[in-house]
């Protein structure tokens, strides 16, 4: 017998009220006000009555349920939304002199009117808005392109410093904006997880609060903690010039400036940055920029630079707008911060197709919100036109905030007695006299098949998304499988067992845990090997891995000989005359299957029950001769469905529109760019159904 099928409806309403109530005030102190005022077993088991009694009684669910932060809304595409205000973009400076120029035009267009400006700190994150109605979250929206973006309502609702319902006064309807962060430690935590699992981690916290934001399932945006930070408060009436019509008049003082909307959002159970501060002539803003410029890397999320606005409302319309940003506001962005660290030494890494990659290994140095150890130097080229010597002290910034890049050397730190640093002749893996390609930058290890970072290499080519598409198998997970002798090139994986892969476990030299397998992971592993099996003629070829065949080349070439076989038997001039394979590609296509261990490989891919025969029919050839570009959701096909339909009416398809496109076949969510370009061009723009027409 169920635990409520014996409550009445009114006692059951009564206790979902209360459990709200309670819940609402202990995530508002948790977060807010860092108190912990029950433990999370206390917590965790009022949060499963209230799912409990919601799963029995749906008729009393409320839309803003503290249960909605758990997730489980799945989204398979994400509707857009026009904004109801645009969300602008802010002009960026570098240069303290253009923030003085501003606030110097700034006085001269307010003239005697009295006025001040805040500073507040630029989250690196993703800028989102939030509408919010008689104190209920309403619809959660991205910035996309300032005039459209994505529905991510059911996302936002996990994080916890998204308010569901707001608390003391409020306006009854505006807009709350503010960026999304996944904070440093929360970020790493993840990224620890996500190797452990056998998943390639997430390169910088903005890039994985983006993808977070449109992961399809909301409980899986739950687990990642996200935070939302509010900067800015739009009402109706910002958009009318001179009018106020703030339904709430005890307000009115608040609204009146930034400063003050901020104030009053952090009292209705927003998170707002503490940092903010009132200044009143550029020696307090400059004052403010050079403090934060320091102090930044302190803090445990990401800012790129600091925000100035005037910060009385009235007097937005008053400066008004450019065709891109506000004249009331600007941005100043921090340079790149740079450190000298000491070269401790230089490792030389082998890609999959051999080419290698010098690291300079340095002392740990804090940068740009992460600890720094390694960063490449390109290759011999870079290296002697740096005049990099062992023990140099080396000159380091993140290349866009993210990537870490030697920019120079301290010579001034430099010991007398340094010798320059020598690139190696020999591979470091396998042994092999490293070759030079005339024309090439790089150096390359000619040993293919007897490399363990190419083989490696191979595997994670084979098993990607674009190729084989075998989830749950990472490069730690690959790795682990190569080393243990259980993995020795691509036809192995079809030869896997459970028993072989349960219990597989690896360790880093502190004896860490690095990767492990258990039952389910087992289970998920060998059930995507064998999905994998139906995977067309055209990607089997593109993950064989053969140099210089991409995407497309593996396309045009399937299509064109229609079999392995084919393939295999071509001369280098019949590979060569395939539309996109040019006579490099064909010479290394012709001695990648004149090699007995490929030819083997195939046939052992073969017996594994891989596709090797193109199944695409011609049908006709009512699009010969046109180029389409592709953009959008469709209704009747996926974007790669109507991509091969066009293709099988013998037209052709490019990824960018050019004065060779035909048409641009336009869906849903079609890139704005795309677009523009387009219409610049005169190209058609037709729908899925002029496109039907069009076939008929």
């Not at 005030?25 to 799912?51: A, G, H, V």
């Not at 452990?196 to 977070?212: I, K, L, V, W």
């Not at 790129?304 to 891109?324: C, P, Y």
């Not at 023990?391 to 380091?396: A, S």
């Amino acid at each position: 017998m169920d635990l409520f099928s014996s409550i009445d409806i009114e006692p059951a309403r009564k206790r979902m009220i209360e459990l709200t109530q309670a819940i609402e005030r202990y995530n508002y102190e948790y977060y807010m006000n860092d108190k912990s005022l029950i433990s999370d077993y206390e917590f965790d088991k009022l949060l499963r009555e209230l799912i409990d009694l919601e799963r029995q009684y749906p008729e009393l669910a409320m839309p803003n349920s503290p249960t909605k932060r758990v997730g489980g809304e799945i989204n398979k595409t994400f509707r857009q939304v026009t904004h109801r205000f645009p969300m602008l973009s802010l002009g960026n400076t570098y240069s303290i002199e253009e923030i003085e120029d501003f606030e110097a035009r700034t006085r001269k267009l307010l003239g005697d009117q009295p006025f001040t400006y805040t500073c507040e700190l630029k989250y690196d994150g993703v800028a989102i808005g939030l509408t919010y109605r008689h104190g209920q979250l309403v619809q959660a929206v991205t910035r996309g392109n300032g005039s459209v973006g994505d529905d991510i309502t059911s996302n936002a609702r996990t994080i916890a410093t998204v308010p569901l319902k707001l608390y003391g006064d409020y306006p009854d309807d505006f807009e709350a904006r503010g960026e999304v962060v996944f904070p440093f430690t929360d970020f790493e935590a993840f990224n620890r997880q996500r190797e452990m699992d056998g998943e390639e981690p997430f390169a910088n916290p903005r890039n994985a609060a983006s993808g977070s934001l449109k992961l399809q399932d909301s409980s899986e945006c739950a687990k990642r903690k996200l935070m939302f930070c509010m900067y800015f408060m739009m009402l109706p009436a910002d958009e009318k010039s001179g009018e106020r019509s703030i339904e709430n008049p005890a307000l009115t003082s608040q609204l009146s400036t930034h400063y003050g909307r901020l104030q009053l959002a952090m009292k209705m159970g927003f998170h707002v940055q503490p940092y903010i501060k009132v200044c009143r002539n550029i020696d307090e803003i400059r004052a403010f920029i050079d403090y934060w410029d320091n102090e930044r890397w302190n803090l445990p999320f990401a800012i790129d630079g600091i925000v100035i606005k005037v910060n009385e409302v009235a007097l937005w319309n008053s400066l008004g707008l450019t065709a891109k940003s506000p004249r009331w506001a600007i941005a100043y962005k921090f340079k790149a911060q740079q450190v000298s660290t000491l070269l401790e030494s230089v490792s030389f890494q082998v890609g999959r197709t051999g080419i290698i990659t010098p690291v300079a290994n340095m002392s740990p140095v804090w940068l740009g919100g992460t600890t720094v150890r390694r960063a490449t130097l390109v290759n011999a080229d870079f290296i002697e036109k740096m005049g990099i010597c062992e023990g140099d002290y080396l000159l380091v910034e993140k290349g866009g905030e993210i990537i870490p890049k030697v920019v120079g050397v301290d010579v001034k730190k430099r010991r007398p007695e340094a010798k320059p640093v020598k690139y190696i002749t020999n591979c470091p893996e396998c042994g092999a006299a490293l070759v030079r390609a005339d024309g090439e930058a790089g150096h390359y290890c000619p040993n293919s098949d007897g490399c363990p970072p190419q083989i490696v290499g191979r595997l994670e080519h084979f098993v990607s998304r674009k190729a084989m598409n075998i989830d749950n198998l990472g490069s730690e997970r690959l790795e682990m499988l190569y080393r243990k002798g259980l993995v020795g090139d691509v036809a192995d994986l079809y030869s896997l067992t459970r028993e072989q892969l349960v219990g597989l476990e690896s360790y880093d030299v502190d004896g860490q845990r690095r990767t492990s397998i258990q039952d389910k992971g087992a289970d998920n592993i060998l059930s995507a090997i064998e999905k994998s099996k139906a995977v067309p003629f055209e990607r089997v070829l593109y993950a064989l891995g053969i140099r210089y065949v991409g995407e497309v080349g593996a396309k045009k070439l399937a299509r064109y000989f229609r079999n392995i076989d084919a393939v295999m038997s071509a001369s280098v001039e019949e590979l060569a005359s395939v539309e996109d394979v040019g006579e490099k590609t064909a010479k290394f296509i012709y001695e990648y299957f004149h090699d007995e261990r490929h030819v083997l490989l195939v046939e052992r891919l073969r017996k594994a029950g891989l596709v090797f025969v193109s199944d695409e029919i011609k049908i006709s050839n009512v699009l010969q001769g046109k180029t389409f570009v592709v953009s959008g959701v469709f209704e009747n096909f996926s974007r790669d469905e109507i991509k091969a339909d066009i293709e099988k009416h013998g037209g052709k398809v490019s990824g960018s529109v050019s004065s060779k496109t035909d048409y641009l076949l336009a869906g849903e969510k079609m890139g704005p760019e795309k677009l523009k370009k387009a219409e610049k061009l005169g190209v058609r723009i037709i729908s899925e159904n002029d496109y039907l027409a069009l076939l008929e």
